[in-house]
């Protein structure tokens, strides 16, 4: 049998104060948008960065915990996997991606403050769920 994983580590800041949502089956769900910088030399240009945008979707307990102690620009490390999932528009089929979040470490919470201390660690495997529900939302 051949192995196989599908497994993404993020760490980077909140975009946005993550909002709780539900979705079309009823489950409660948040989407976190989380920036991540790349940085390289270019012999031509010297130092060069990049911000890449990462749409980040956790459900459940783990949803209500980062819509009650995150907000924009929080440090935040997601661990999780990478999903996909077409859409039919009038010219071609589209394909989307987006990462479903089983884990969220708060390295920040500038709302948090009051009520928890250090980092955070929320595991969120058993809200797994069905990774193509991204695609209902």
Sequence with gaps: MTKSM????LMGHLGATPELQISKSG??????SVATN????DDEKGAK?????????VWGALAQRCVDHLQ?????????S????????????VYKNAIHG????????PRAAETLSGGAHVDNREEAGNHNAVAQL
């Design 72 to 80: 924009k620009g929080a440090l935040v490390f997601v661990e999780g």
């Design 49 to 57: 960065e990049l911000t890449d945008w990462h749409s980040v979707f």
């Design 82 to 93: 990478l999903t996909y999932w077409s859409v039919a528009q009038e010219t071609a089929q």
């Design 38 to 41: 790349r940085r390289w030399t």
């Design 102 to 109: 089983f884990e969220v470490r708060f390295l920040t919470f």
């Design 6 to 9: 599908n497994k993404v580590f």
């Design 27 to 32: 489950r409660p769900y948040a989407r976190l």
